[in-house]
């Protein structure tokens, strides 16, 4: 009566997946439970339909109530197997939100609905009928298992639709993918209703879903037997903030000095040791490894963070033993949550554990508390991320110019152009908080960009020579100095305003000068176009005179730090580095200017240029323009 010959095939390839997934460490997040679960009911389901198949071909050997049960009984797993797919689907997005939500409780409500036309039938021809002689035969509700298949799918393809921005494309993909299997096997059982062929595609689904969401091997990091982090971010996603559980991040100080030392083979090995001594010693422990020596326990333990954080650190104490007469000694700087913290946002909780480790590297501490404060440190940066990627898009950078003095008659000689952007309430942001997200995400480029063109518009729309304004500086930041087209996009939009080069000057840091080649290059090839340089904040950064030297700069700005040191202590060292930039034939603009004695003082000693508060703030360009305008 029926073809067999797909079930064998099916029951080796998933016993070979089941081997395989559980030979792997898991992590217990509601997307792995639900695969297994998924796994269970596919067996169950190719079992039962086998097992009542047979029943029927030799009902004579059979009552007509184990008949009747064996079938019933594989139409509620068929019914639960096309819910489990639905619920794998909705678990994909992390749709567990939705637990209390009307949508999620109704569809509870229509799973266990069509499950109880199966359980019916185990008392009334619901879903099909058996006759007293063992006849099988459909029943008025048959079409229940297919309206709940499909009504199941029909609610996946909808989350797909719905969320599928949360996802990558090759993840939206594969659940479209799994699903749209499905149909066809769905389709396939109306059309050939002899072959037992519905578990074919299930099981084909199945395999997608392993390969796009559930090989082990996506969670672990490489080389060593630990989670990764993308582990760590689907833990964190279903953490329950009633039930906190411990948590413990450690950073290797000076890891990237250390694998230089001893080599990438030895360091992997050092790490490979710590990951085997946390197995060991704290065997109900997660732990992840998130490269670069940053490591994250987390899990149930019956001692607190600060008692692990101490045994470990003992631990620490004593070397690694990487090979024979190879030991590697390492320290490690901690990260802790402060009691009180709350896990109601597991994400920027996460992200605080990030910039902590990170932070960790460059501090003395050993190690960090993370409390209420640090996570609205990062909520602040969000925002101010959020603000600052909105005025990028919508060309909402504002420039506001600050005026530079000449020291020799305290007229306007030049002004510098400097970046500001306003919060959701319109209140300014200061540039010391946007400007360091902006180089770390890449806007930095786009926002540049902007000043560099607002500057030029202002400088084409007004006459600037009535202002007494010789130049306008424009800072560029190492980000920005770095790239290869940026004198052909500068020159493009020179042309655009029919503006002088001359009258832009480029600030670079002295962070600029790490790559000194690339700098004389870049500088180089600016120059040539007309553009001129002036290096900023200097006194900041690793100074170096000898180097100045070779570098075709035109003004030297010192920072204002080392302009306040100097009305603090005044010494000789200040006096004889503007002589020294003298003689090498650089003006000297001094920042930071706030009372008339800095002013005496910065003048006496040799500065050309005075720029600062006790001048004036910060102008938006229009004010800058009335201003200075009507002088």
């Known amino acids: 009566m029926w073809n067999y010959s797909f079930v064998l095939p099916d029951f080796i390839i998933l016993y070979v997946f089941a081997i395989y997934y559980f030979a792997q460490p898991r992590i217990p997040i509601k997307l792995n439970r639900s695969f297994l679960k998924l796994m269970i009911a596919d067996c169950a389901v190719i079992l039962s339909d086998t097992v009542a198949s047979l029943a029927l071909e030799n009902a004579g050997f059979f009552s007509t109530f184990t008949l009747r049960s064996l079938n019933s009984v594989y139409f509620m797993l068929f019914i639960l197997r096309s819910f489990y797919f639905f619920v794998f689907t909705e678990n994909v997005f992390g749709l567990r939100y939705r637990r209390k939500s009307p949508i999620y409780i109704s569809t509870y409500i229509v799973f266990f609905v069509f499950e109880l036309f199966a359980i019916a039938n185990f008392f009334f021809d619901t879903?099909?009928?058996?006759?007293?002689?063992?006849?099988?035969?459909?029943?008025?509700?048959?079409?229940?298992?297919?309206?709940?298949?499909?009504?199941?799918?029909?609610?996946?393809?909808?989350?797909?639709?719905?969320?599928?921005?949360?996802?990558?494309?090759?993840?939206?993909?594969?659940?479209?993918?799994?699903?749209?299997?499905?149909?066809?096997?769905?389709i396939s059982r109306i059309c050939f209703p002899k072959y037992i062929i519905m578990n074919l595609f299930s099981l084909t689904a199945i395999i997608i879903i392993f390969l796009a969401f559930e090989n082990p091997v996506l969670y672990l990091a490489s080389k060593v037997n630990a989670f990764n982090k993308k582990a760590l971010y689907a833990v964190f996603d279903e953490i329950d903030e009633k039930k906190q559980p411990l948590v413990l991040g450690f950073k290797i100080k000076n890891y990237n000095?250390?694998?230089?030392?001893?080599?990438?083979?030895?360091?992997?090995?050092?790490?490979?040791?710590?990951?085997?001594?946390?197995?060991?010693?704290?065997?109900?422990?997660?732990?992840?490894?998130?490269?670069?020596?940053r490591f994250v326990l987390m899990g149930k333990s019956t001692c607190s963070s600060e008692n692990l954080m101490n045994e470990i650190a003992e631990r620490f104490k004593k070397s690694w033993c990487t090979g024979k007469d190879v030991d590697i000694y390492l320290e490690p700087k901690f990260v802790q949550l402060d009691s009180e913290i709350s896990f109601a946002n597991p994400e920027k909780l996460l992200n605080a554990i990030f910039a902590a480790l990170k932070k960790a590297e460059s501090m003395d501490e050993s190690n960090i508390i993370i409390n209420s404060d640090t996570l609205e440190s990062i909520e602040d940066n969000t925002r101010i991320k959020r603000c600052m990627e909105k005025a990028v898009e919508n060309n909402a950078v504002e420039m506001f110019l600050q005026p530079l003095m000449d020291s020799r008659n305290f007229k306007l000689i030049g002004a510098e152009a400097l970046a500001r952007i306003r919060d959701e309430e319109g209140n300014l942001i200061p540039p010391i908080k946007f400007i360091p997200l902006a180089e770390k995400n890449g806007r930095i480029n786009a926002l540049g960009e902007q000043m560099f063109e607002k500057a030029c518009k202002f400088i084409h729309d007004n006459d600037i020579k009535r202002m007494g304004l010789s130049w306008i500086n424009v800072n560029l930041s190492p980000v920005q100095f770095l790239r290869s087209d940026?004198?052909?996009?500068?020159?493009?939009?020179?042309?655009?305003?029919?503006?002088?080069?001359?009258?832009?000057?480029?600030?670079?840091?002295?962070?600029?000068?790490?790559?000194?080649?690339?700098?004389?290059?870049?500088?180089?090839?600016?120059?040539?176009?007309?553009?001129?340089?002036?290096?900023?904040?200097?006194?900041?950064?690793?100074?170096?005179?000898?180097?100045?030297?070779?570098?075709?700069?035109?003004?030297?700005?010192?920072?204002?730090?080392?302009?306040?040191?100097?009305?603090?202590?005044?010494?000789?060292?200040?006096?004889?580095?503007?002589?020294?930039?003298?003689?090498?034939?650089?003006?000297?603009?001094?920042?930071?200017?706030?009372?008339?004695?800095?002013?005496?003082?910065?003048?006496?000693?040799?500065?050309?240029?005075?720029?600062?508060?006790?001048?004036?703030?910060?102008?938006p360009a229009e004010e800058f323009a009335k201003t200075y305008g009507n002088i």
């Not at 990558?168 to 066809?184: H, M, P």
């Not at 001594?277 to 997660?286: A, E, G």
């Open 127 to 186: 879903i099909f009928s058996i006759s007293e002689e063992g006849v099988y035969s459909r029943a008025a509700f048959y079409n229940v298992i297919y309206l709940s298949s499909f009504l199941f799918l029909f609610l996946s393809f909808f989350s797909i639709a719905l969320y599928r921005k949360k996802l990558s494309l090759y993840s939206n993909l594969s659940l479209v993918a799994f699903n749209l299997v499905l149909l066809i096997g769905y």
């Open 257 to 293: 000095e250390i694998r230089e030392i001893y080599g990438s083979l030895q360091t992997d090995k050092g790490i490979s040791l710590i990951i085997q001594y946390i197995i060991k010693t704290y065997p109900d422990l997660m732990r992840f490894y998130l490269h670069d020596g």
């Open 486 to 619: 940026l004198n052909r996009h500068f020159l493009k939009i020179i042309q655009k305003y029919d503006v002088s080069p001359e009258l832009i000057h480029l600030e670079i840091t002295e962070e600029s000068m790490i790559d000194y080649t690339l700098l004389q290059k870049q500088i180089q090839t600016m120059r040539n176009s007309g553009f001129q340089f002036v290096l900023d904040d200097y006194g900041s950064g690793y100074s170096n005179v000898s180097r100045l030297k070779r570098c075709p700069f035109i003004n030297i700005k010192l920072d204002m730090d080392l302009v306040r040191d100097y009305e603090k202590s005044r010494d000789n060292l200040l006096p004889m580095l503007v002589e020294t930039f003298k003689q090498m034939r650089f003006t000297v603009t001094a920042e930071g200017i706030e009372t008339r004695e800095m002013v005496d003082s910065l003048t006496r000693i040799g500065c050309d240029y005075l720029q600062g508060y006790y001048f004036s703030k910060p102008l």
